[in-house]
């Protein structure tokens, strides 16, 4: 079975900082995606970032970019230049490739970016 | 364009009713989820649908009943509430491969 972890459960920044959100995942498959959504108060979920595991390029997006290690199982989220809309609970998910469209979630983190 | 909706957005409800929470989508993807979340446990797959007609269990589906008979509604219901089943329910759509996209959420509570 497919398991994601996220570590701290919460993390606080000042505004125009950089933050790194933590993620590890356990599985034995090769073919697989990894996502971030963020749930900001509304409880809207987002997706903020998608990595596809058999590319090698970490994506990209604007201000968030990640740090995806395949060895290591780990994909980190990094939010630069962090703004007070970025004040959300941050949920680390995996999906298998090949058909099998179930996410897999990690617990979550909430983030706190101060003024 | 409305996207994906659900509804009601908040439900009260007693201990044995049966609740029925509506999932619309317009895209015409052919997946859709059912998801809880619940504090310290992220969201949970309930059940999941690759079509009209097909269905099948996700993580944590004692409880409920899901049916998808038309391919934009994914009805979930909850034969007989329990307590447990205080939660917010999230719905998701996607297509085959690629990112789900998720509704607004259902705030549930079970008396």
Redesign the interface.
């Known amino acids: 079975a497919q398991t994601v972890t996220q570590s701290q459960p919460e993390m606080s920044v000042q505004e125009a900082e950089t933050v790194t959100l933590s993620c590890t995942y356990d599985t034995s498959e090769n073919n697989y995606y990894l ?1 971030w ?1 963020k749930q900001p108060p ?6 903020v970032i ?1 990595q596809e595991a058999y590319k090698q390029q970490n994506a990209t997006e604007n201000r968030f970019s990640v740090n995806f290690q395949k060895a290591a199982k780990s994909f980190s989220l990094k939010i630069s230049d962090s703004q007070l809309g970025d004040t959300a609970m941050y ?1 680390c ?1 995996f999906r298998i ?1 090949g ?1 099998s ?8 983190m909430k983030l706190t970016v101060n003024p | 364009d409305a996207g994906i909706t659900q509804s009601p957005r908040y439900k009260i409800t007693e201990t044995g009713r049966q609740v029925t929470l509506m999932c619309h989508q317009t895209w015409s993807h052919s ?1 859709m ?1 059912w ?1 809880r979340q619940d504090l ?6 309930i059940y ?1 649908s ?1 079509a009209a007609d097909i269905t099948d269990k ?1 993580e944590v589906p004692d409880g409920y009943v899901v049916s998808r008979s038309k391919t934009e509604n994914f009805p979930l219901t909850l034969e007989s509430a329990t307590r447990s089943q205080t939660s ?1 329910y ?1 719905c ?1 759509s ?1 297509r ?2 690629e ?4 509704g ?2 259902t705030r549930l509570l079970v008396l």
């Open positions: 996502f959504y509304s409880r809207q979920m987002i997706l998608r949920f998910a490739g058909g469209e179930k996410l897999v979630f990690g617990k979550g | 997946y989820f998801y310290g446990h992220g969201l949970r797959l999941y690759a996700g917010v999230f998701a996607s085959l491969a990112t789900q996209y998720f607004p959420g």
